[in-house]
């Protein structure tokens, strides 16, 4: 028979992985196998840079917490050696940053993940990953609205100018 402490420490970290599933907007599941210190220590890096949590989980304990916060379609990808990434702001950041990575590095893959409390698959992951950053879209959104603008304006000013032409002096 399992030991009670051993158990309340399984417990206590799947209600502690169950929180911050909930918690996140987005998270990437992958498979690390392979990754040696320097590029695990760059990795590591860039998704701290982005704000995106990382850690090595382990699949039994993970299985728990998915079920419990409503995420049952990541069980089928938790086998083997499985990290995850998880943002609790941006949706597009820990998809980018893994998915440029696994693009240098055959060794690693992504086999799944989550956004918005729904699972999603790992061609979904890859569509999330190649979109433009938050700040691209709202400069091309802001762009757009400028151009709208300034067309106005300057349609605007041409009838001021037509009408000052047609006016005698």
């Known amino acids: 028979m399992a030991n009670e402490k051993i158990i309340a420490q399984k417990q206590a970290a799947v209600a502690e992985l169950k929180e911050k599933l909930e ?4 998270g990437v599941l992958v498979d690390y196998s392979g990754i040696n210190v320097s590029d695990d220590t ?13 850690g090595v989980v382990k699949n039994t304990l993970t299985r728990f917490a998915v079920k419990e ?26 998809a980018k940053v893994l998915y440029n990575f696994a693009k240098d590095h055959d060794y690693f893959t992504i086999k799944g993940g989550f956004v918005e409390g729904k699972v ?3 061609a979904e992951i890859e569509k999330l990953a190649t979109m433009p950053s938050k700040e691209s879209l709202l400069c091309m959104l ?3 609205l400028n ?11 041409a009838v001021v ?9």
């Open 161 to 169: 100018d037509q009408k000052n032409e047609a006016t005698p002096a």
């Open 23 to 26: 918690k996140a907007v987005t």
């Open 69 to 94: 916060a409503g995420l049952e379609g990541l069980d089928e990808v938790l086998n083997g050696n499985t990290a995850l990434a998880m943002s609790n702001d941006d949706v597009i950041a820990p």
């Open 120 to 122: 999603v698959s790992v």
């Open 42 to 54: 760059a990795l590591r890096h860039s998704l701290r840079e982005a704000g995106v949590e990382y």
């Open 142 to 144: 802001l762009y757009a």
């Open 147 to 157: 151009g709208n603008v300034s067309g106005l304006a300057r349609a605007l000013q």
